[in-house]
């Protein structure tokens, strides 16, 4: 059997092939036929607003992720930050199911990307920055992959929603390689010429005070974050810095300029045609 | 009862022929993405899949596929759903996907980590043998490649570039 035949094998007996290559509205429901209860004693409202959070951390970081495509220095560098964004994109689908199903409004996943605005986001600020150059992007990367990894490890075992759960279990495979990745690019650059090592300083002083607001919440998981980052710095030859804390808070709403642009366009194509699926 | 059980493997037979629309030379059985098939005394087929990742974009096709393939097959009743716990492992691609996926060129993963996950800074040592020429001699190029579950490799031996399944 040559390849060619057995992707060709796909176009076959498809006369009603509307489930096919549609990727778009009209396919929501990630968590179809997942069983939708939550435990008994469980505080709904404060498990959707958890779930949208670590959602619209995912959907942000997703987006800006995605903007360095034709833009990054390599191919090999653009489609790995493309496939991070995309799992991260698979994780924003699943959190933002489970909070629609878990606030009783039973909206989709549609409605929490497209049809909120800024105000409404509650992602950690870091996630929203301008992309900059790529030691910014990787730094910021390293940075929240590694807390990432950390709170899902945590959620997966701890958290009393079984889907929840699940979802945090099976994103900690998708986070050990981001952050492998995020890990190795730092250790090179910082590790690499004059200007590679000056680019990441630069990143690590401009990431560093939006670092205190990741553990507003989850403060037990700092020091294992920090001696994450710090296994990394030393490995490149870099300095973790010391920074004063930019105040205000991203799971509060409050954001800074750089988020209702990014939503602005993220969100046009469906509040142009709020009623079209393809 | 009898006829149930049968019932049930016929209807997990013919689920389990689907192909994986990303990676067609294996059907959904042989990448372990077919979880449970089971038919209720009404007769109602009941089929779980669990994506590879949470970003798989097949999800909704493998699942439409299943169903069509099942109503076609007789089945008035069919119900797909979607498990996401235990997450998927590549341990879980069967002897006989790993042969088809080394027949395509595609090097099958290697025995998935367990644990709590360490980061490590030195090279990460993976002897992946080439499916071409069968050479060890072989590099990594990049992690991530054309789908989610595949990096990007190639073999210093035969100088072809070549996909490997990553363990996870």
Redesign the interface.
């Known amino acids: 059997?040559s390849?060619d035949h057995?992707?060709l094998?796909?176009a076959e007996g498809h006369d009603?092939s509307?489930?096919?290559?549609?990727?778009g509205t009209g396919?929501e429901d990630?968590?179809?036929?997942?069983d939708q209860s939550v435990p008994e004693g469980t505080d709904t409202a404060q498990l959707a607003a958890y779930c949208l959070a670590l959602g619209d951390d995912a959907l942000v970081s997703a987006q800006r992720l995605a903007q360095w495509c034709t833009a990054a220095p390599e191919l090999?560098?653009e489609?790995?930050l493309?496939?991070?964004g995309?799992?991260?994109?698979?994780?924003t689908?699943?959190l933002y199911a489970r909070a629609g199903q878990v606030d009783g409004t039973g909206r989709g996943e549609d409605a929490y990307a497209y049809f909120r605005g800024a105000d409404a986001f509650r992602n950690v600020r870091l996630a929203e920055l301008p992309n900059g150059d790529f030691a910014f992007s990787i730094t910021r990367l390293l940075v929240l992959s590694?807390w990432r990894?950390a709170l899902f490890?945590r959620l997966a075992v701890t958290t009393s929603d079984?889907?929840l759960?699940?979802?945090a279990?099976?994103?900690?495979?998708?986070l050990?390689?981001h952050?492998?990745?995020a890990?190795?690019w730092a250790?090179r650059l910082g590790d690499g010429t004059e200007e590679s090592q000056r680019r990441m300083r630069d990143a690590l002083a401009a990431v560093a005070p939006y670092v205190d607001e990741l553990f507003a919440e989850t403060g037990e998981s700092k020091a294992e974050v920090l001696a994450?980052l710090r296994?990394?710095t030393d490995?490149a030859g870099l300095a973790w810095p010391e920074a004063a804390p930019v105040p205000g808070h991203g799971r509060d709403g409050d954001h800074t300029e750089h988020l209702a642009p990014l939503l602005t366009e993220l969100q046009s194509v469906a509040r142009a045609h709020p009623e079209a699926t393809w | 009862m009898v006829t149930t059980l049968l019932d049930a493997r016929r209807a997990r037979h013919i689920a389990a022929q689907v192909p994986d629309p990303e990676m067609p030379m294996l059907t959904l059985a042989d990448l372990g993405v077919l979880r449970e098939v089971e038919v209720g005394e009404d007769g109602t087929v009941v089929a779980s899949l669990t994506p590879t990742y949470s970003g798989c974009p097949a999800m909704a096709e493998m699942r439409a596929e299943v169903a069509a393939r099942l109503t076609d097959a007789g089945y008035a009743r069919v119900e797909i759903r979607t498990v996401l716990t235990p997450p998927w492992s590549s341990d879980w691609i069967t002897p006989a996907g790993r042969a088809k996926l080394a027949e395509h060129g595609i090097a099958p993963p290697g025995a998935a980590p367990r644990g709590p996950v360490k980061l490590t800074l030195s090279p990460i040592r993976r002897t992946v043998a080439c499916p071409r020429c069968g050479a060890t001699d072989t590099e990594e190029t990049s992690h991530f490649a054309a789908t989610s579950c595949k990096a990007l490799w190639r073999c210093r031996a035969c100088r072809e570039p070549f996909e490997y399944v990553k363990e996870i």
Request: no cysteine; glycine share 4%.
């Open positions: 059997m390849d057995v992707y094998s796909l009603d509307d489930a096919r290559w549609a990727f396919f990630p968590l179809h036929g997942v090999e560098e489609v790995a493309a496939n991070i995309l799992d991260l994109l698979g994780q689908r699943l590694s990894l490890e079984p889907v759960a699940a979802i279990a099976k994103g900690v495979k998708e050990a390689y952050r492998q990745y890990a190795e250790v994450v296994q990394v490995a």
